[in-house]
């Protein structure tokens, strides 16, 4: 993977077809899931729905499930502001 984005944010990459891999780094432990979805922006609004947390919204644009990415995004920042 490739640099270190912010503390805690999940960073997703597209490893080959289908299969990605997400990582974030929380206390100083790296977490990891490999995940097997549509498109980047599925990915990424899968590992939003399963673990929370913030998410980098770098290419979600590049595919017809970018919206619905860029929704679920806001609706837990939302979540965790209150």
Known sequence: MRGILSYDKWYVA???GSS???QRTVDGTVETVELD??????AKSDILAKYGGKVDLRGWHKSRCGAF???????VD?????
């Open 14 to 16: 597209r490893v080959v």
């Open 69 to 75: 990415l860029l929704a679920m995004a806001y609706s």
């Open 37 to 42: 979805s549509h498109c980047l922006a599925c």
């Open 78 to 82: 939302h979540e965790e502001s209150k």
């Open 20 to 22: 990605y891999i997400a």
